[in-house]
């Protein structure tokens, strides 16, 4: 009897250790009920299948060892590629991979599956590239949710095979992009010649790169190399590509594993759409921001760009075939898969989102655009979880975006002044990522208050602390900002808590100045264990025409205002602390507030004469902000859609 | 997967193979050199010459310091003997070099060597010791890790007391499959008055891979074939079965087979372990003519 009381009391003791390491499932507070309470986009489900008959089928070398449906089954033959200076895995590694695939990187096949529309056409033209993984698990087939969806809404949607620069591979993300470039000629080849099923059916003005991980860079550096005549790295390498890509996705990509001459991969003047999930176990920071800032629009035409972070999305789960484990089939182990949106509603998010995107800009349906200005108006198509949304349309003029010098009261251009009233700290700095030692690479600015008085009454409030943004005549008659403006910017609140400000000095008193009548120091209250701050946040959005008269809106209405979203990725108690710099990934919402909502708010104000805007600190009575990218855009009315609870 | 573990288990049944060459394989010295050194290794039918590990030293140089840390082992073969052995390895630079000691305790019937095995499990009149010190330094070079150990071995009894230089070599891969050869103990004989023993020269060579998925377990195998100075054979194989349930965690159970070096050995052995992050706790089972050998190690990473 003893030695088995022994074992299980053993027994007990390892199953209370192991449960005590296991971290209880932790997540933010959902507040989607409220923010996703009421539906107003007047337009069809972009989730929802089309009218067209989907058809299949595969194009390829026909040759290929590994891959029965690209050797046995293609419809359309294609040649293969060198792509030997721009891949290579050198040594047995090399020999081994050649071996597996019965190839090198100089007879690279440009394979594809398709799903493809029946009828005449045009169809825009759609191509995703999954990202890196294990070579041997083919990842192509995972996007054939997308393709059923998109074909049967009139777009050609092709999966790309690049399985073959997957595995134990670094440094060949440029020549991911390039395979893009290879396949857009032999889609080309495809509608020019006569028997191809694609014979003239093909709308090559209309082509979109979708890309996922890795893929989600190559898409960025296919659209840089798509304008280059000669690749970076080597120039003895030609580019003739010019096709006409419209839009770029990318599903929670990586950035700068391949940097063209050692720079940032420069992308401009095309739409560009970012969707990327908070637990993340693979790609664990919101890495396509700094790709997501670069986009430039610089040809007067319209476009826009958008980023969502998806609360509870992870990596492999917007492909069937990399499913929840975002490390490999061994990564349960690790990752906590608990708190995982359901993979059918991270997916139904893709299929809305990038369907969405798709219509909007390669087929002009504008009445998808104001889901990327502010999601809550999609409310009904999206799954119930958190998302915090950026967003910039080509119209956007930048007056203060914390790059141009060290000067913190100087904007982005000239005319632009910036300045502080009872701030606690204000500072321009970069915004850091998750990940330890790692940053966006872009500015912004923090911005702390505490209206609280110092001393025995804890009621007692200053007047409220204010960042304010003025605006020279010129400036505002050179980028005709009216009526019909819109007043934009990302900010997003932190934990940081600055303390009580100086009670203002009596000067009244003779000898105030006297540090001898100084009261002693006082102790600090002690310090106790706090949990979130769940206490609603909010500010005040102020503008003063010339002539002095104010109008103020709250900052709520224009999209949920939420602390940074602590996520949890592993499983292991602490180990998240341990990898992560922080627990949340600081992402900035953009609001977009029109400013007629402010002449609404106040009829004697002049919106057509605006001197400045202020945020107020006036809602929350201490706090921290990080403020970024501040302008205005006379953004197209279609964006403009009434948002919910913004009382317009 | 299922192809090695086929032809594992074959192995496993042939290295069970009965065998009567005792007198030949009681001929060396010092007995230290002739036991499993470690819990892990021992779990596994002695089968280490290629396994990666923190005592890697004992069984095969050119392994020392793939894993970093220190390895701490006690056995007790019977109530008149035990054994000790305590081994560390680090990088240094292009280098990886180990430390390790293990010392054997047992009483002994008469004052001579070679020691019998019987002392594992016997009484004796008398008190015996065996002792093996080992500095070992190993590179890798077009591919290949390879090192050398430079061994003190020693052997006591009762008030004599005989030791001797000794040199280990050896070779192995760095794929997720590790082959590994191993030459040990070469060195001159040791003498104690008229008695004359040779060190047990052993040329293994084996291949091991663990961490191969099957289910939610992890499954690990290993096997060596080592021929002796007389010509003796001796395969061995083990097999490892591990679940990790959280990262960090990791249960393991082990059985091992091998065609026994010493006349007190028997073919079969098992173990098992425990991994709570940089800690892990071995215990293996050792079949003996006459009862069975404990071992406990800690490991160290």
Same mark, same amino acid.
């Given at each position: ?9 053993? +027994? ?65 033959? @294609? ?35 398709? %799903? ?59 020549? =991911? ?16 010649? @006569? ?27 296919? +659209? ?40 940032? @991969? ?114 009904? %198509? ?96 050179? %980028? ?65 025409? +010339? ?8 900052? #709520? ?15 292991? #108690?602490?180990?998240?602390?341990? =990898? ?69 | ?39 892990? /290794? ?34 007790? !073969? ?24 293990? !010392? ?101 060579? /084996? ?48 059985? /091992? ?33 006459? /009862? ?10």
């Amino acid at each position: 009897m003893q030695p088995r009381i022994a074992s299980l009391s053993a +027994a007990l003791l390892a199953l209370t250790t192991l449960g005590a390491c296991v971290a209880p499932l932790r997540l933010a507070r959902d507040d989607s009920p409220t923010v996703l309470a009421q539906h107003l986009l007047d337009a069809p489900d972009p989730g929802q299948r089309g009218s067209f008959r989907v058809r299949t089928l595969y194009y390829g070398s026909g040759t290929d060892k590994r891959r029965a449906e690209f050797r046995d089954s293609v419809t359309l033959r @294609t040649a293969t590629v060198d792509g030997s200076k721009l891949a290579d895995v050198p040594g047995p590694a090399g020999k081994d991979r050649a071996k597996y695939w019965g190839f090198d990187f100089k007879k690279m096949p440009v394979n594809g599956r398709v %799903w493809y529309p029946e009828g005449d056409g045009p169809f825009p033209l759609v191509l995703i590239v999954h990202g890196n993984h294990n070579m041997r698990e083919f990842s192509d087939p995972g996007y054939g949710y997308l393709g059923e969806l998109l074909a049967s809404r009139g777009f050609i949607l092709a999966s790309v095979d690049e399985n073959f620069l997957n595995g134990a591979i670094g440094r060949e993300n440029d020549a =991911r992009g390039w395979m893009l470039l290879q396949h857009l000629r032999q889609w080309r080849r495809f509608n020019d010649s @006569t028997g191809s099923p694609f014979a003239g059916k093909i709308d090559l003005q209309r082509i979109a790169l979708m890309g996922h991980s890795r893929g989600g860079e190559a898409v960025a550096v296919a +659209a840089a190399f798509n304008r280059l005549k000669h690749y970076p790295d080597d120039a003895t390498v030609r580019f003739d590509f010019g096709f006409d890509i419209r839009s770029l996705v990318a599903i929670a990509p990586v950035d700068g594993q391949y940097r063209p001459a050692d720079k940032p @991969t420069p992308v401009e003047n095309v739409n560009y759409l970012l969707i990327h999930g908070s637990h993340d176990g693979d790609v664990s920071t919101f890495s396509g921001l700094p790709q997501y800032e670069r986009i430039r629009f610089t040809d007067g035409r319209p476009r826009f760009k958008a980023a969502i972070w998806v609360y509870r999305a992870n990596h492999g789960q917007w492909n069937t075939v990399w499913g929840n484990k975002d490390n490999g089939p061994r990564s349960g182990r690790f990752l906590d898969l608990r708190g995982l949106l359901p993979p059918q509603d991270q997916r139904r998010f893709a299929e809305v989102t990038l369907t969405a995107f798709l219509e909007a800009t390669l087929r002009d349906r504008r009445e998808y655009l104001p889901l990327f200005r502010d999601h809550r108006v999609a409310a009904g %198509w999206l799954p119930k979880t958190m998302y915090v949304t950026r967003f910039q349309e080509s119209d956007f003029r930048s007056a203060a975006d914390f790059e141009e010098d060290v000067d913190v009261t100087t904007g982005s251009v000239g005319g632009v002044t910036l300045a502080g009233d009872s701030l606690a700290s204000w500072k321009e700095a970069v915004i850091p990522f998750r990940s330890r030692n790692s940053n966006m690479a872009h500015n912004a600015v923090w911005l702390g208050w505490n209206n609280r008085i110092a001393g025995d009454d804890t009621t007692r409030l200053g007047r409220p602390a204010a960042f304010a943004i003025s605006l020279g005549d010129s400036l505002r008659s050179a %980028w005709r900002i009216d009526r019909g403006s819109t007043l934009v910017f990302s900010l997003a609140p932190t934990d940081a808590k600055p303390g009580p400000r100086a009670a203002p000095r009596d000067t009244s008193k003779a000898g105030a100045d006297s540090a001898t009548r100084r009261p002693p120091p006082r102790r600090p209250p002690p310090r106790r264990p706090a949990g979130p701050d769940t206490t609603a946040f909010d500010l005040s959005l102020e503008v003063v025409d +010339a002539a002095g008269t104010a109008a103020r809106v709250p900052l #709520s209405r224009y999209g949920a205002v939420r602390r940074p979203l602590e996520s949890y990725i592993y499983r292991r #108690s602490g180990r998240d602390k341990l =990898r992560f710099a922080s627990l949340s990934e600081l992402v900035l919402q953009t609001y977009s507030v029109p400013l007629a909502d402010f002449a609404a708010a106040a009829p004697a104000l002049d919106p057509d004469r605006i001197a400045t805007v202020r945020f107020v600190f006036d809602r929350t009575p201490v706090g921290t902000i990080v403020l970024d990218n501040i302008g205005f855009s006379r953004m197209s009315a279609d964006f403009l859609i009434t948002a919910p609870g913004n009382g317009r | 997967m299922m192809r090695a573990l086929r032809i594992g288990v074959a192995f496993m049944l042939a290295s069970a193979w009965p065998v009567s060459l005792h007198a030949q394989r009681e001929q060396y010295a010092p007995l230290v050199l002739q036991l499993p050194a470690t819990a892990r /290794g021992a779990g596994l039918g002695g089968a280490s010459v290629a396994v990666r590990d923190l005592d890697a030293i004992f069984a095969n140089p050119a392994l020392t310091g793939v894993a970093s840390g220190t390895a701490m082992s006690l056995a007790r !073969f019977s109530e008149f003997a035990g054994m000790g052995a305590v081994a560390a390895s680090s990088a240094l630079g292009a280098f990886n070099v180990g430390i390790g000691v293990q !010392f054997v305790d047992f009483e002994i019937a008469a004052q001579t060597i070679p020691v019998r095995s019987r002392v594992l499990t016997g009484s004796g009149v008398g008190a015996g010791a065996s002792l093996a010190a080992a500095f070992a330094l190993n590179t890798t070079f077009k591919g290949l890790r390879w090192g050398a150990a430079a061994k003190y071995v020693e052997d006591r009894v009762a008030t004599a007391r005989r030791g001797a230089p000794a040199l280990d070599l050896g070779v192995a891969t760095q794929g997720q499959t590790t082959y590994g050869i191993a030459v040990q103990n070469i060195g001159p004989a040791m003498d104690l008055g008229p008695a004359r023993a040779e060190l047990p020269l052993r040329v293994s060579a /084996g291949a091991a891979r663990f961490g191969v998925p099957v289910g939610p377990f992890d499954a690990g195998l290993s096997v060596s074939l080592s021929l002796l100075r007389g010509g003796f054979t001796s395969p061995a194989a083990g097999m490892e079965w591990a679940y990790t349930p959280l990262d960090g965690y990791n249960v393991a159970v082990r059985a /091992g087979v091998r065609r026994p070096e010493l006349r007190e050995q028997q073919p079969f052995s098992g173990g098992a372990s425990f991994t709570l992050d940089r800690f892990t706790l071995d215990y293996a089972i050792e079949d003996l003519a006459r /009862g069975a050998a404990h071992r406990l190690a800690l490991r160290v990473r």
